[in-house]
């Protein structure tokens, strides 16, 4: 049989211990059914008062996906099974009737995405969305309200369209020299 990746319920913000304890505890035991053990997160840049800060943020609160072989009913083998009742923090994995669902291919292909998104390319944090309507901190249009018009996260840059001289005019500014009204 093959590799299959199941998503196991655990304790909230225990995500990493479980993780970590559960490949150690596989690696003593010998464990040969079980794969990689993940808990995927993107890494959000923020920027308040000019300061920039990354912190790291789980994409699945609460959840941490395993790659392991099934026995041939779709079971978890029983000594990968007893290793991880025993691990603390661990919940039950996502199934019906103690039998444990695999994910569907599009899930696993999309969760491996994410989580590996290089590390040095964080995602800039802008927390307005279009139509919002927003202030102008600084800068030369410091004072102007306007309307969000679109976003681009990669560069932290917020199209917002003010009216100047009674024209409608769309003016790109760095998320952090806005505010909203």
């Not at 990746?5 to 596989?26: C, G, H, I, P, T």
């Amino acid at each position: 049989m093959a590799m299959h990746w199941y998503v196991l319920r655990v304790a909230s913000n225990k995500e990493e211990q479980v993780r970590d304890a559960l490949a150690r505890k596989m690696e003593v035991e010998g464990v040969k059914s079980v794969g990689r053990i993940i808990v995927p997160v993107e890494q959000i840049k923020r920027i308040r008062s000019g300061k920039q800060r990354v912190t790291k943020r789980k994409l699945y609160p609460g959840y941490v996906f395993m790659e392991l072989e099934p026995k041939e009913d779709g079971r978890i083998p029983d000594d990968a099974w007893f290793i991880i009742k025993e691990t603390m923090g661990v919940g039950d994995f996502i199934g019906t009737e103690g039998v444990p669902t695999a994910m569907r291919d599009t899930d696993v292909a999309k969760m491996l995405k994410e989580a590996e998104r290089p590390g040095d390319v964080p995602n800039i944090k802008v927390e307005f969305t279009k139509g919002d309507v927003v202030k102008i901190r600084e800068g030369a249009f410091e004072n102007f309200e306007g309307t969000v018009d679109s976003i681009d996260t990669e560069r932290g840059i917020v199209q917002v369209i003010v009216t100047i001289f009674g024209r409608s005019t769309p003016l790109d500014i760095e998320y952090w020299q806005i505010e909203r009204v």
